[in-house]
Structure formats: structure tokens, C-alpha cells
T-cell receptor, first 112, second 114 residues
Framework: GQNIDQPTEMTATEGAIVQINCTYQ??????LFWYQQHAGEAPTFLSY????GLEEKGRFSSFLSRSKGYSYLLLKELQMKDSASYLC?????????????FGDGTTLTVKP | DAGVIQSPRHEVTEMGQEVTLRCKPI?????LFWYRQTMMRGLELLIY????????DSGMPEDRFSAKMPNASFSTLKIQPSEPRDSAVYFC????????????FGAGTRLSVL
């Protein structure tokens, strides 16, 4: 089966930096996604990594190590609006359909 | 583009009733996914279509659930008969089958079965 592990909850302070980890053991790998989901809303795309290394996009960065089956999402200069659930998802195969398996998500609470 | 459109946004029904959830994917997207999200089980993939053809329905819980995609711009997820344990948020997502294959989610349908 597919296994994606993330911490259930994290808390951080406004203005700080937080790192959300994701480890995966899957039957295939063709890229890793991070999605953000605010309470009561739909998941929205944040980042995509398919090669090892760091991808930076503004305050958010995502890192991937394929050999370790590991990724993290780094959020800098935290804002209150960053309080949300962060979902790690692995695209299993290089097929046209793009099926992905999602982790259970990490609920991040940003406090003043 | 208006994004993925789902209807209804909320549905409250009684056990045993038929429920039909609807989805309009983003124009030009070839893949469509139906997910169910609950606190206990997280985001579960129920079924996905590629070019209107069901590719993998292994996540469909049981025969009470069925999904169709009669054309590229419309899909339905039907539950008949509904049960209280079906209460969840049901998301539809579509992706373009190119590039990163990002999935774009609709706003979801919050289903409550009493």
C-alpha cells in the first residue's frame, strides 16, 4: 500500500519560520505536491517537486530528497492567514491521469 | 475560467434517500477525480476518470456508490441508498494531463445524512 506520514498538528508564532515534514513510502513516485487547505475550503496547490532539492516561491519553499523518501514545506515570516491544513501528496506514476495519494495533512496554527 | 464547479454546496438528506452530487471540471482538463474528506479518514480518492473513462474506482466504498462522466464537462457521484456514515465533504478535482498535472479542486459538497 501507499504510506504518507505527516505530523498531525503544529503551532508557531506570527513572524516565525516553521517546517512541516512529510515522509513517504509508495509503490511509485513521479513528483510530490504540497496543498494548502483552509478550514471549510478546498485544497489549493502550493508547490511541486520532482527532482531533489529546494524550490522557492515567495515565503514558501519545498524540499525533496527522493533517496530518503522525504520532503518538507518551509513557511517563512508566518502570518495569521497561514493557519490552515497542509497536505502532502505523491503522484504515483507518470501517466496522463495524474493520480496522487494524499497524506492526512498537518494542521498549522499560527498564534500572535 | 470559473474553476471546478460543484453542486449542491450543502445537502441534508435522510437515511435511505438517493443523493446525486454534480461536478463541472475546468474546460480542457482531461482528468476528473472524486474525493471524500472526513476528520477520521482524511482525503480519500473514490474514483477518477481520464478522457471521460473511469480508470480506477478501487476507492469507491461499496455498491451504493456510483459515478458517471457522460461528457467532458460533467460528472456525477450518486449514493443510493445513503447512510449516516456517508456524511462527509465530497470534493471534485480536475487536472490537465500535462506539465505538473496539478489538481484543481471544487469548493466541495458538504453532505449530511440523518
Amino acid at each position: 500500500g501507499q504510506n504518507i506520514d505527516q505530523p498531525t498538528e503544529m503551532t508557531a508564532t506570527e513572524g516565525a519560520i516553521v517546517q512541516i515534514n512529510c515522509t513517504y513510502q509508495t509503490s511509485g513516485f513521479n513528483g510530490l505536491f504540497w496543498y494548502q487547505q483552509h478550514a471549510g475550503e478546498a485544497p489549493t496547490f502550493l508547490s511541486y517537486n520532482v527532482l531533489d532539492g529546494l524550490e522557492e516561491k515567495g515565503r514558501f519553499s519545498s524540499f525533496l530528497s527522493r533517496s530518503k523518501g522525504y520532503s518538507y514545506l518551509l513557511l517563512k515570516e508566518l502570518q495569521m492567514k497561514d493557519s490552515a491544513s497542509y497536505l502532502c501528496a505523491v503522484r504515483l506514476h507518470n501517466t496522463n491521469a495524474g493520480k496522487s495519494t494524499f497524506g492526512d495533512g498537518t494542521t498549522l496554527t499560527v498564534k500572535p | 475560467d470559473a474553476g471546478v464547479i460543484q453542486s449542491p454546496r450543502h445537502e441534508v438528506t435522510e437515511m435511505g434517500q438517493e443523493v446525486t452530487l454534480r461536478c463541472k471540471p475546468i474546460s480542457g482538463h482531461n482528468s476528473l477525480f472524486w474525493y471524500r474528506q472526513t476528520m477520521m479518514r482524511g482525503l480519500e480518492l473514490l474514483i477518477y476518470f481520464n478522457n471521460n473513462v473511469p480508470i480506477d474506482d478501487s476507492g469507491m466504498p461499496e455498491d451504493r456508490f456510483s459515478a458517471k462522466m457522460p461528457n467532458a464537462s460533467f460528472s456525477t457521484l450518486k449514493i443510493q441508498p445513503s447512510e449516516p456514515r456517508d456524511s462527509a465533504v465530497y470534493f471534485c478535482a480536475s487536472s490537465p494531463n500535462r506539465g505538473k498535472n496539478i489538481q484543481y479542486f471544487g469548493a466541495g459538497t458538504r453532505l449530511s445524512v440523518l
